[in-house]
């Protein structure tokens, strides 16, 4: 039996799996990484400031024209399309094997592919607000209000609903994904190093009995693992859910 097969079989069997995913599930949709050789942390963007500096609220703060047209460029990839990664989770919730998937990525891919339950540690691209008033915008506002999208109704910075380096994760989302993954049966985690905190740190609330680890490059937790499986975290996924012998819903 393949690791896929066994991935399978763990699959039928669980009523409440999570999935707990970082940036690799996107790359398959062409969404770069952050942090490999080719990720955006180590692209030379600007003489003056580092791409992690010009990811920060301070960075949002004192030089927000700046980082708009960094957000904008780097950020927001609208054309991007869910894989069958995303397909896949969204239909195994469907079948009732998925409870929840806990991401940190930022595109809103999981709900454009059909998950219901989707914990965003880190915000999405697809949400804006008012710093002062607290409106609420969509993506096309801020993409298409340049330099610097303002407000409507009290004329306050329109900032996107992601989380940017020294800003805290909202407390009810970190809470409602705890929740999720001391509940699940299954976790399968994917597409992540496990190196940036406090997301990372999640896992440790796991109890249940199969641990899944999908990532192309090794990670603290994969000792710790039932599998460990090395390939593209989408094709993965799906031929585990076609070995459930589920048809995909368009």
């Known amino acids: 039996m393949t690791d896929i097969e066994k991935l399978g079989k763990i699959l039928a069997q669980s009523t409440s799996a999570v999935f707990f995913g970082g940036a690799g599930m996107s790359t398959e949709s062409g969404i770069p990484d952050f942090r490999s050789a080719t990720g955006i942390y180590n692209q030379k963007l600007n003489q003056t400031f580092s791409p992690e500096e010009m ?11 700046e980082f708009f047209a960094f957000y904008r ?21 469907r079948r009732g094997h998925l409870s929840a998937v806990v991401t940190q990525n930022i595109d809103g891919l999981h709900q454009l592919a059909g998950s219901q339950v989707v914990y965003e540690l880190h915000g999405s691209i697809r949400r804006s607000y008012c710093v002062k008033c607290g409106a609420k915008y969509d993506i096309d506002y801020v993409m298409n209000n340049t330099p610097i999208p303002y407000c409507e109704k009290c004329g306050g910075i329109v900032k996107p609903d992601v989380v940017l380096y020294g800003e805290q994760l909202d407390g009810d989302t970190i809470n409602g994904a705890i929740r999720a993954i001391i509940n699940a049966d299954t976790l399968i985690v994917g597409g992540t190093s496990l190196i940036v905190y406090p997301a990372a740190g999640l896992i440790d609330y796991f109890r249940g009995q199969h641990l899944i680890l999908i990532n192309k490059t090794a990670t603290h937790a994969d000792d710790a693992a039932e599998l460990v499986i090395r390939e593209p975290i989408g094709t993965t996924l799906a031929e585990a859910v076609r070995s459930l012998k589920l048809e995909f819903r368009s």
């Open 55 to 65: 990811a920060s609220h301070d960075f949002f703060l004192q030089h927000p024209e």
């Open 73 to 93: 460029a780097r950020f927001v990839y609208l054309d991007a399309k869910p894989n069958a990664g995303h397909l896949a989770l969204a239909e195994l919730e």
